[in-house]
Structures are given as structure tokens and as C-alpha cells.
Nanobody, 126 residues
């Protein structure tokens, strides 16, 4: 069964850090671009960051540039999102997604993906 499983979410104070993980099972993550998306209550899903299958190309939403870093360890079949200097507006459910087409996942506005994870809650609050 092809699956993406997110972990690492939780409650953190403003200014704190979290590292999210996206682990793949049933397929080789290294063949896929991976994106992190988030959705807050009452808001549309937002693309946060993306990384190409090789890891050489990354993209970030303007709202997280300089604070979040995406990385991948293909040997561990896992992609990470390091989130620093967290703000209350970062509160959302965070999802990872996989697609063999970088453009469809990371550039287009369709947010298309072959596979989605179930999401992990991130809450930034004092």
C-alpha cells in the first residue's frame, strides 16, 4: 500500500521550532517531488514548500521564506520541514504530498498530487 505519513506536529510557543517528517512506505520517495501544504480552519489550502526529486530545487511560500527549510533523505525515504521562528499564523494542519511531476505539485495552482498524507496539526500559541 502506497502511503505518506506525517509526524512531528504539536503545540509550540511563538518563536519556537518544530520539525515535521513525511515518511513514505510502499514506494521509493526519491522518484517523486514532495510538497508541504497547510490548511487553517476556514482558509484555503496553501502550498508551503516543495522539493524536487533530486533535492536540488526547492520552493517556498513568501510567508515562510527565511524561517522554514525543506530537505530530504532519500536513503531514509523521508522528507523534512524544519520550521523556525513560528508565528500564530502558522497554525494549521500540515500535509505532505508526492508527485512525479514537479510542475504539477510545486508550481501550478491546481495543487495536484498523486498521493497525500493524512496531515499533522501544528498549533502556535502562548
Amino acid at each position: 500500500q502506497l502511503q505518506l505519513v506525517e509526524s512531528g506536529g504539536g503545540l509550540v510557543q511563538p518563536g519556537g521550532s518544530l520539525r515535521l517528517s513525511c515518511a513514505a512506505s510502499g514506494f521509493t520517495l526519491g522518484n517523486y517531488a514532495i510538497g508541504w501544504f497547510r490548511q487553517a480552519p476556514g482558509k484555503e489550502r496553501e502550498r508551503v514548500s516543495c522539493v524536487s526529486s533530486s533535492g536540488w530545487t526547492t520552493r517556498y511560500a513568501d510567508s515562510v521564506k527565511g524561517r522554514f527549510t525543506i530537505s530530504r533523505d532519500n536513503a531514509k525515504n523521508t522528507v523534512y520541514l524544519q520550521m523556525n521562528a513560528l508565528k500564530p499564523e502558522d497554525t494549521a494542519v500540515y500535509y505532505c504530498a508526492a508527485d512525479q511531476q514537479f510542475f504539477r505539485l510545486c508550481v501550478s495552482n491546481s495543487f495536484g498530487a498523486e498521493l497525500w498524507g493524512q496531515g499533522t496539526q501544528v498549533t502556535v500559541s502562548s
